[in-house]
């Protein structure tokens, strides 16, 4: 309630003290009062979004860190071969589209080619990864 009563104030202000709308003192009046509107909104947005952070900053440590074994098992559970695949059709899909428009045989073109090939390779070792990982 309150940001619309501000609102409608500044345009009653931006109407009653710039009456020429395309000058550019009107678009920096504009500008610094929607920038007044927002900045109480972002502060507390700001406040609000790291209230969790600040309840917990005192709090004590439990445990010892995880090992960079514990953090591998982790992360290679997290990937799946699911998400590896989806990044090979991912890539074909990009050059596929890019190439309606564009020619990726010749000049700028070939980075599309080479983004693609780097995200297979990279899917595919990722899934080589998890596959002797899983092994073992």
């Not at 564009?102 to 595919?124: E, K, P, S």
Request: aromatic residues 16%.
């Amino acid at each position: 309630m309150v940001y619309r009563a501000t609102t409608v104030l500044l345009i009653g202000l931006l109407v009653i003290f710039i009456p020429d709308v395309d000058s550019p003192a009107a678009q920096t009046a504009t500008y610094i009062g929607i920038g007044y509107i927002l900045a109480p909104f972002l502060l507390a947005y700001y406040w609000a979004w790291n209230r969790p952070a600040r309840a917990l900053e005192r709090r004590p440590l439990e445990g010892n860190a995880r090992s960079r074994e514990e953090v591998r098992r982790l992360m290679f559970a997290k990937m799946t071969y699911g998400r590896l695949a989806l990044a090979v059709v991912f890539a074909f899909a990009t050059v596929w589209k890019v190439s309606a428009k564009n020619d990726v045989l010749h000049g700028w073109g070939v980075l599309w080619l080479i983004f693609a090939a780097v995200l297979v390779v990279f899917a595919g070792i990722q899934a080589f990864r998890k596959w002797r990982y899983e092994r073992t």
